[in-house]
């Protein structure tokens, strides 16, 4: 007896959601972040001043450290 299978298609979107979350800090830099997810493709590119990122990445890591703070309260 052969079983028929419903093909399921697994994604980990958080690359996704943390890309975004990043191009939403970056317009505050006047800079952007190219995303493409479109035909299982996964990249993500920065266009803007390259001294800028680790501005922006301390303040997208500092929305985590505050979320994790006040949660442990």
Do not use: Q, W
């Amino acid at each position: 007896m052969r079983s028929e299978f419903i093909p399921i298609r697994v994604e980990d979107t958080n690359l996704e959601i943390m890309a975004r979350i990043v191009k939403a800090a970056s317009r505050k830099y006047n800079c952007d972040v190219e995303i493409d997810f479109s035909n299982n493709s996964r990249k993500v590119y920065f266009v803007g001043d390259e001294d800028l990122k680790p501005h922006i990445t301390e303040e997208v890591l500092n929305m985590f450290d505050a979320d994790m703070a006040s949660s442990k309260d």
